[in-house]
């Protein structure tokens, strides 16, 4: 296994040097050196290493200060400490630094190989282990409908509500706060439908102007009006076949509600200026985050076109009320921005995640897809921390109630907080042992093993920063 690992040994004395690079590369190691710990870290940060083997007394910057700024900088590489004046407290210590192992002076080529060769196993256990976990991940997350993922019971009623509705011609209207995923729920509706092939059109009746509402949505004829040079499809036109989505359908004007309306009934379109209407096959769905039976009660929303609309009614609750899906949706924009932005963050401190839990998110998933992305742009190490946050998510207050803390009256809500700092602390002192772990939170194995899924903290330990 190890004819390809790379070796960095650092030591001042030079023939401890020569003696460690003659056995290493005999044993099929690929070997550097460095005389001291500040050329170490120098030498680390140009070249990827698997493995350091580091003196721990050394002029200009010893083993240890070498270990802290080490972890600091996030080196990934195991590091192996040695001294000949070592001591059980020395060893401790050292391994309460991140070192993975500490072997005493003078030493055999054997014992050397040993320590090497149980440091490459454990690496490649942990990179398994991560293979798996991001394996089972996707098969649990990004599957769950569309490219919408979830966990809480309220999102999987919602995914089993439109997979249901989604193979029938039926209208579909979907309804919930601004960021709640109403587009994305319409995409996977239009997927799994049989107009899958057809086009997918997406138009925002509140954002166009009410004078180019009616020519977006049913289009023109060549002279129709001043202007009209040529003819115009309109939107109906080009979604003929697939799916047409109404974005905040509560925003149409009602001369064109009317005019909507037909198009439900008849199954025809008039563009403006032509001499009669012509078919389209068009499934509609359409969304918005008004309540459409108040607006009807209010006079500024037809009824015959709500009742049309409303077959098949789908609501999305807000982030605040489905809390169990925060640690999953997180790890996702991670995971996503952590890609497109080339980032060597790896995962989200539980100190953080205790913040994200307790926010009220108004802004729902939009807004907590925006936060991660700017937590990933500031982390400078390799979590994601409290600071990395926006300040109103309150990592810089002090003196907060307890209350203000839980940010609400919820026990449940409560409890989570609760739960995901401590089990992460555990985790974190424990360097990821979980059984010693859950001795330390006294739970049991299999209660801590749930929460660790459910909380999103399968990435915390190895030494990682809370």
């Given at each position: 296994?190890?004819?390809?690992?790379r070796?960095?040994i650092?030591?001042?004395?030079?023939?401890?040097?020569?003696m460690l690079?003659?056995?290493?590369?005999?044993?099929g190691?690929?070997?550097?050196?460095a005389?001291?710990?500040?050329?170490?870290?120098?030498t680390?940060?140009?070249q990827?290493?698997d493995?350091?083997?580091?003196?721990?007394?050394?002029?200009?910057?010893?083993?240890?200060?070498?270990?802290?700024?080490?972890?600091?900088?996030g080196?990934s590489?195991?590091?192996?400490?040695?001294?000949?004046f070592?001591?059980?407290?020395?060893?401790?210590?050292?391994?309460?630094l991140?070192?993975?192992?500490?072997i005493?002076?003078?030493?055999?080529?054997d014992?050397?190989?040993?320590?090497?060769?149980?440091?490459?196993?454990?690496?490649?256990?942990?990179?398994?282990?991560?293979?798996l976990?991001?394996k089972v991940?996707?098969?649990?997350?990004?599957?769950?409908f569309?490219?919408?993922?979830?966990?809480?019971?309220?999102?999987?009623?919602?995914?089993?509500?439109?997979?249901?509705?989604a193979?029938?011609a039926?209208?579909?209207?979907?309804?919930?706060?601004?960021g709640t995923?109403?587009?994305?729920?319409?995409?996977?509706?239009?997927?799994r439908?049989?107009?899958?092939?057809g086009?997918?059109?997406a138009?925002?009746?509140?954002?166009?102007?009410?004078?180019?509402?009616?020519?977006?949505?049913?289009g023109?004829?060549?002279?129709?009006?001043?202007?009209a040079?040529?003819?115009?499809?309109?939107?109906?036109a080009?979604?003929?076949?697939?799916?047409?989505?109404?974005?905040?359908?509560?925003?149409l004007?009602?001369?064109?509600q009317v005019?909507?309306?037909?198009v439900l009934q008849?199954?025809?379109?008039?563009?403006?200026?032509?001499s009669?209407?012509?078919?389209?096959?068009?499934?509609?769905?359409?969304?918005t985050?008004?309540?459409?039976?108040?607006?009807?009660?209010?006079?500024?929303?037809r009824?015959?076109?709500?009742?049309?609309?409303?077959?098949?009614?789908?609501?999305?609750?807000?982030?605040?009320e489905?809390?169990g899906?925060?640690a999953?949706?997180?790890?996702?924009?991670l995971?996503?921005?952590?890609?497109?932005l080339?980032?060597?963050?790896?995962g989200?401190?539980?100190?953080?995640?205790?913040?994200?839990?307790?926010?009220?998110w108004?802004?729902?998933?939009?807004?907590?897809?925006?936060?991660?992305e700017?937590?990933?742009?500031?982390?400078?190490?390799?979590?994601?921390?409290?600071?990395?946050?926006?300040?109103?998510?309150?990592?810089?207050?002090?003196?907060?109630?307890?209350?203000?803390?839980f940010?609400?009256?919820?026990?449940?809500?409560?409890?989570?907080?609760?739960?995901?700092?401590l089990?992460?602390?555990?985790?974190?002192?424990?360097?990821?042992n979980?059984?010693?772990?859950?001795?330390?939170?006294?739970?049991?194995?299999?209660?801590?093993?749930?929460?660790?899924?459910?909380?999103g903290?399968?990435?915390?330990g190895?030494?990682?920063?809370?």
């Amino acid at each position: 296994m190890h004819n390809k690992q790379r070796i960095l040994i650092i030591d001042d004395e030079d023939n401890m040097r020569h003696m460690l690079a003659s056995v290493l590369v005999r044993l099929g190691y690929q070997v550097e050196s460095a005389a001291n710990g500040r050329i170490g870290l120098e030498t680390l940060a140009a070249q990827e290493f698997d493995a350091v083997l580091c003196d721990i007394r050394m002029p200009e910057m010893d083993g240890m200060e070498f270990l802290r700024q080490a972890t600091a900088a996030g080196i990934s590489a195991t590091i192996v400490m040695m001294s000949a004046f070592g001591s059980v407290d020395t060893a401790l210590a050292a391994m309460r630094l991140g070192a993975y192992d500490y072997i005493s002076k003078p030493f055999k080529a054997d014992e050397i190989e040993l320590t090497l060769h149980k440091a490459e196993e454990r690496e490649g256990l942990k990179r398994a282990n991560r293979e798996l976990r991001d394996k089972v991940a996707s098969l649990e997350g990004e599957c769950d409908f569309g490219k919408m993922v979830a966990r809480s019971k309220a999102m999987q009623d919602v995914f089993t509500l439109a997979a249901k509705v989604a193979p029938h011609a039926t209208t579909v209207l979907i309804t919930g706060e601004s960021g709640t995923g109403k587009e994305l729920v319409a995409q996977g509706i239009h997927q799994r439908s049989g107009r899958a092939a057809g086009k997918f059109v997406a138009v925002n009746c509140g954002g166009l102007p009410e004078n180019l509402i009616e020519s977006e949505l049913f289009g023109y004829v060549k002279g129709a009006f001043t202007g009209a040079d040529k003819n115009k499809m309109g939107l109906f036109a080009e979604a003929d076949g697939g799916t047409l989505f109404l974005d905040e359908i509560g925003e149409l004007p009602l001369s064109l509600q009317v005019k909507l309306l037909r198009v439900l009934q008849e199954g025809e379109v008039q563009p403006i200026g032509a001499s009669g209407p012509s078919k389209v096959d068009v499934r509609i769905i359409a969304a918005t985050a008004r309540d459409l039976a108040q607006e009807v009660g209010l006079g500024l929303f037809r009824q015959d076109l709500f009742y049309r609309l409303n077959v098949v009614h789908i609501v999305l609750p807000p982030l605040r009320e489905r809390t169990g899906d925060i640690a999953l949706l997180s790890e996702f924009f991670l995971k996503r921005y952590v890609k497109r932005l080339e980032s060597p963050v790896a995962g989200i401190a539980p100190s953080a995640m205790t913040l994200l839990l307790q926010h009220a998110w108004p802004g729902n998933v939009r807004e907590l897809e925006n936060v991660i992305e700017r937590a990933v742009v500031l982390a400078e190490k390799k979590v994601v921390l409290p600071e990395n946050l926006p300040d109103t998510f309150g990592a810089r207050q002090n003196g907060r109630r307890l209350d203000d803390f839980f940010g609400g009256f919820s026990i449940k809500q409560a409890q989570k907080i609760m739960e995901t700092s401590l089990i992460g602390r555990a985790l974190q002192s424990t360097g990821g042992n979980k059984s010693k772990a859950a001795e330390l939170l006294e739970i049991s194995y299999p209660s801590l093993l749930s929460k660790i899924k459910e909380y999103g903290l399968e990435r915390v330990g190895d030494g990682k920063e809370i």
